[in-house]
């Protein structure tokens, strides 16, 4: 039994070690505060009082993108960010979205409008564009 | 007959033995563009230390904002090469991470991650960029701070409306630090302006928007 116990603290040295070593290394998927996310349904409920973020490149948008839906994307940030100001007013919930739920476009997005235009009510959809078009087609 | 199973043994011994092996250089890379640069461009460089071929099976980028290929799909034992990750700046701002999931065929190691860091230098710190008033407000002036990055000393700061309907005032409250009031002539109607923010030394511009928006609906 001692035996054990030593072979697994002996273990926990190395993993120990890398935990302190890359314990400031950013990881490239952040979570998403559930106050800050929003499933497709809930986005839906919303109606006219939603305003529909897609945060993907310009080719996916032009592709396929929820209707109505206004590009913003941080490609051409300073272009298109004066275009969706133009559209948003207060009290509107803003919903960003892009290419499935391991993408982190929408949250970066989402995160700029937050900090830099000041704007509150941003929300990232759960699953993305995918768990848009599950629930469309 | 026994000497027979032994080389089929042996032989058996050795195939286990022999294995592909992908040695990284450097899993993370920082880079450091320059403002005037519109990409960051990381070389992961690898080598394959075992005796048997590794084959690259995908190579997947963490966004559509960077593109990453190898140089080969079969890297033969001894061989060395590397995958070239290309980050597009854009108008990113701050510190971005962007990652490349390689898959190979190398049963001790058969996904690997490489990072890449890239540190985009901030001329100008604005916040916010975005200052607006409901219809009917009260059209008091609202403030801007802006701060020169560190490395991009700023003097003074040019601000233009691209509307009369909203006037600005530069003032300094320290080195390298503004505050800009803005302030519209009236909140009777929707109406918006550009305002574009240039260092003296700089031929880059800032924008930022200025509105009177709607009221709410009543809900």
């Known amino acids: 039994m001692r035996q054990a116990l030593f072979l697994v603290a002996l273990a926990l040295i190395p993993g120990l070690g890398q935990a302190i070593y890359f314990r400031e290394k950013i ?19 919303w109606g006219e009082n939603a305003i529909w973020v897609d945060a993907r490149p310009d080719d996916e948008f032009a592709r396929d993108h929820v209707p109505g839906a206004l590009l913003l994307n941080e490609d051409r940030w300073n272009e298109l960010l004066p275009q969706f100001l133009a559209g948003w007013s207060p009290g509107k919930k803003i919903v ?5 739920e391991r993408c ?18 941003v929300f990232v959809l759960e699953g993305g564009w995918e768990a848009w078009l599950q629930k469309n087609r | 007959m026994r000497i027979r199973l032994f080389i ?17 250089e450097q899993t993370m890379i920082e880079l450091h563009p320059m403002p005037a640069d519109t990409q960051a461009v990381g070389h992961f460089k690898y080598q394959n230390t075992g005796d048997k071929p590794v084959h690259f099976r995908s190579v997947r980028t963490s966004c559509g904002c960077t593109a990453a290929q190898s140089q080969k799909d079969e890297v033969p034992p001894g061989d060395k090469g590397e995958i070239t990750a290309t980050f597009n700046i854009g108008d990113r701002t701050g510190t971005q991470v962007k990652t490349v999931t390689v898959e190979t065929d ?3 190691t058969p996904t690997t991650i ?17 200052v607006f008033w409901q219809q009917g407000e009260a059209p008091n002036a609202k403030t801007i701070v802006v701060r020169a990055g560190k490395d991009f000393p700023v003097k ?4 233009t409306s691209s509307s009369p309907d909203f006037q600005t005032k530069v003032k300094q409250s320290g080195t390298g630090d503004f505050k800009v009031e803005v302030q519209p002539r ?7 302006a550009m305002l574009t923010i240039q260092p003296d030394d700089s031929a880059r511009a800032f924008n930022v928007t200025a509105r009177v928006t709607n009221a709410p609906a009543v809900q």
């Not at chain 1, 990881?27 to 409920?45: H, K, T």
């Not at chain 2, 089929?8 to 990284?24: D, G, H, N, V």
């Not at chain 2, 003074?156 to 601000?159: I, R, S």
């Open chain 2, 186 to 192: 009236e909140t009777s109607r929707v109406t918006a």
């Open chain 2, 106 to 108: 190398d049963p001790a």
């Open chain 1, 27 to 45: 990881s490239w998927r952040s979570p998403i505060l559930p106050s800050e996310s929003v499933n497709v349904d809930q986005a839906r409920a």
């Open chain 1, 104 to 121: 982190d476009l929408a949250r970066e997005v989402a995160e700029r409008l937050r900090k830099e235009a000041q704007i509150s009510d």
């Open chain 2, 156 to 159: 003074h700061l040019k601000v």
């Open chain 2, 8 to 24: 089929f043994t042996l032989s058996i011994f050795l195939c286990a033995m022999a294995r592909a092996e992908l040695k990284w």
């Open chain 2, 114 to 130: 490489l990072t890449l860091r890239a540190v985009i230098p901030q001329e100008l710190e604005i916040k916010p960029t975005f």
């Open chain 1, 96 to 100: 960003v979205y892009c290419s499935a």
